[in-house]
């Protein structure tokens, strides 16, 4: 059964939302060319560009006071130009080509050439044709009592700008449509960027349309879905089976001359901007940065690495209070770091460096003990890199970036050494109920964090056996007449055809895995999963 066009009934939309519709803002007349969003856009690209190319450069050239001013000035008046010509399309008008179908009442996206049932529809942010439409999640913690639920709701609603598209999600919680207007985030789906008793919040943007594979953009377009209103979904609750929906609380679909981003959070006290700098930088940077390991605890320091960042610790004003590590070094952000570093004796000559090698102010010398005993609770020695990054920017440039990435590639050697040698294919249970379905819905719900997951999940389904003209695979699956899982021997581009159709999204995480098919823009699958890691699904006989 097809969903619901958007335009059809929209009382039965609002049939169980306990607030009335908000009306859209006035719409603004326009006085310049469609174009000038365009040539603000490429504005602000050239800069970053520029950025870039000064960072990658050897020598460390950094900007004049004046050289800051002129971007800064530029910034404004090319935010200014676009606060004149906001978007006056509708939210359907600018998704419309980006929307998906949903099936089965999942959220996952229909398979070209297959008959589902459809119900609903995903938005996905990385197929549109702009980069300034950006959704505000907001998830209302699903323990509350629903009539809590609808109060927390109505009050978020009652605090945003009136000119806001608005969805109420399956559980009760929200997504606030809203302009870029270039507002830099960090990526795309900022998770958690404010955190209450009642309810988290999310930001989705297209800050990145393309993957990142070892430091490089490649053409392989990122997903980055939201659910879109009329959209359907089950979950089992209390041993049932419920139907959820999400459902346009406003009038979305025609919602247009949005609030911007930052109008949004500047009602909440929130801000998560990254100026143009940092963002240039983070993009250099990006594959470098990441410390926590698969299993989510803190990788250790090497020696090495630790030494040279105690060594960069100096001539730095330490404070008392703990401000943001890019504004300021606080007396508790070293104490966990130099905590963090396991070598005794590097971490003992760091602890002497502190008084000796810098100024602190007398707040800080005064707590000295305290704020010791605090960080010792908190060891993490990456946070030294940051404070580097921040505060002594000619040494971490030349000393502490090379290390990072001498350790980058370290750690990716080691790892692939790793599961060389730990992942041998389990024998296949036919009493295991999983199937190539729960996997597709694992992918597509974004549970698995690394390759090895995925491997191992597909060895509980699949093995194959070598040939002398052709290799034979056998494919676990469910066969109803039995009730009962089987094995069903197929030829290999049979069962490519079925991984093809499981798309990988790693949770929180940005794949280091080169596809065959990069070049064709093709997404990444359990295919390419299954092709990479090959030798170990292999059986004689």
Not at 194 to 213: G, H, L
Not at 320 to 345: D, H, K, R
Not at 411 to 420: A, P, S, T
Request: glycine share 4%; proline share 3%; charged share 30%.
């Amino acid at each position: 059964m097809a969903t619901e066009e958007f335009s059809k009934d929209k009382s039965n939309q609002q049939t169980n939302v306990k607030f009335e519709t908000l009306e859209k803002g006035p719409k603004r007349k326009y006085t310049r060319k469609s174009k000038t969003d365009e040539k603000a856009k490429a504005m602000i690209d050239q800069m970053i560009n520029e950025q870039t190319n000064e960072q990658t450069n050897e020598q460390t050239i950094e900007p004049t006071n004046s050289e800051a001013a002129g971007i800064n000035a530029n910034r404004q008046i090319i935010e200014e130009k676009y606060d004149q010509q906001k978007d006056s399309k509708t939210i359907i008008e600018r998704v419309k080509d980006a929307m998906i179908n949903t099936v089965n009442y999942t959220k996952i996206g229909q398979q070209e050439g297959k008959k589902q049932q459809i119900t609903g529809k995903l938005i996905d942010l990385s197929l549109l044709d702009e980069d300034n439409l950006y959704v505000v999640d907001i998830d209302i913690h699903k323990d509350k009592p629903i009539e809590e639920i609808d109060k927390i709701r109505q009050n978020l609603i009652d605090s945003l700008p009136p000119n806001v598209g608005l969805v109420k999600t399956a559980h009760g919680g929200l997504h606030i449509y809203c302009n870029r207007n270039f507002y830099q985030l960090p990526s795309n789906r900022n998770v958690k960027v404010a955190i209450t008793d009642s309810y988290d919040i999310d930001v989705f943007a297209q800050m990145t349309k393309y993957k990142i594979e070892n430091g490089q953009e490649t053409k392989e377009i990122i997903q980055n879905r939201v659910v879109a209103p009329n959209t359907s979904i089950r979950e089992t609750k209390n041993n049932q089976r419920v139907t959820l929906k999400y459902e346009a609380v406003n009038d979305w679909e025609n919602a247009s001359h949005l609030a911007s981003l930052r109008e949004i959070l500047d009602k909440w006290n929130i801000d998560i901007e990254m100026s143009y700098e940092d963002y240039a930088q983070q993009q250099h940077d990006r594959i470098y940065g990441v410390q926590v390991n698969d299993e989510g605890t803190i990788e250790q320091m090497n020696d090495e690495l630790a030494q040279a960042c105690v060594d960069g610790l100096k001539n730095l004003e330490i404070h008392n209070y703990p401000q943001p590590i890019n504004m300021e070094v606080s007396l508790l952000s070293v104490f966990c770091g130099l905590y963090g570093i396991t070598n005794e004796s590097i971490r003992s000559e760091g602890m002497k460096n502190i008084r000796q090698f810098n100024k602190l102010s007398a707040n800080a010398d005064k707590n000295y003990r305290q704020a010791s005993s605090n960080g010792e609770r908190k060891p993490n020695p990456w946070i030294l890199t940051k404070i580097l990054k921040y505060h002594n920017k000619d040494y971490y440039e030349q000393i502490i970036k090379p290390l990072l990435k001498k350790n980058y590639e370290a750690k990716k050697k080691e790892k692939q050494i790793l599961i060389n040698q730990t992942l041998v294919p389990n024998k296949i249970d036919l009493q295991d109920v999983f199937t190539l379905l729960d996997m597709q819905e694992k992918a597509a719900n974004g549970e698995y964090e690394n390759e090895e997951q995925i491997v191992m999940d597909l060895t509980r389904l699949l093995v194959y056996y070598e040939g002398e003209t052709e290799d034979i695979y056998a494919i676990k699956g469910y066969d109803a007449i039995c009730d009962t899982q089987v094995l069903y021997h197929k030829l290999e581009g049979t069962v490519y055809k079925q991984l093809e159709k499981i798309n990988i999204n790693f949770k929180n995480k940005k794949t280091d895995e080169k596809t065959d098919d990069k070049k064709e823009s093709k997404p990444l699958t359990a295919k390419h999963i299954f092709k990479k890691y090959a030798s170990k699904f292999a059986k004689k006989g």
